[in-house]
């Protein structure tokens, strides 16, 4: 009997220490707001890709797959991003996120960023343990992707959107 209640012992410490030490969905998600605000805020780099409609920035590692009209396939690795423009809309525009917002009105995160006239956000769903759906945007620009890394990813989305520029 001593060594079952030694054994349960040990497995609720471990349980509790495995739980300490991982972030929670709820901080992830703090940093993650945090660091695309930040991304949004910041001056966009320079542009080094384009097309008949619009001018942006891929960081490295991130390579254009796919070109259909107003969308963009990227790849990361084994990770896609999609990249969807409409170049009728400004940086100020609203109407991409409104639209993405009738077609999934549930969302774990919905946040959005003004600065200057231009209009951010960022909409997080968690899919499952460790994987979300995320959708970054800056006006009639928004990327989406399916993800394990919420913060790293979600930057690199912000980071892209906000380069976009309409020829």
């Not at 300490?20 to 080094?48: I, Q």
Request: charged share 25%.
């Amino acid at each position: 009997m001593k060594l079952f209640g030694s054994k349960i012992l040990l497995m609720i410490i471990a349980i509790v220490g495995l739980t300490a030490c991982s972030a929670s969905f709820e901080e992830e998600l703090e940093e993650t707001k945090t660091a695309v605000e930040s991304e949004f805020n910041n001056e966009a780099d320079k542009t080094n890709n384009s097309n008949d409609d619009i001018e942006y920035r891929v960081p490295f590692g991130v390579e254009k797959e796919e070109e259909t009209p107003n969308n963009i396939l990227l790849k990361n690795g084994s990770r896609t991003y999609i990249l969807f423009y409409n170049q009728h809309e400004d940086s100020g525009s609203k109407v991409v996120y409104e639209s993405t917002l009738k077609q999934q009105p549930e969302w774990d995160a919905n946040v959005t960023f003004e600065q200057d006239g231009d209009f951010g956000y960022l909409l997080v769903k968690k899919l499952a343990e460790d994987n979300y759906q995320i959708v970054t945007g800056v006006g009639g620009v928004k990327l989406t992707t399916e993800s394990q890394n919420l913060k790293s990813d979600a930057v690199t989305m912000m980071e892209i959107a906000n380069s976009v520029i309409v020829k």
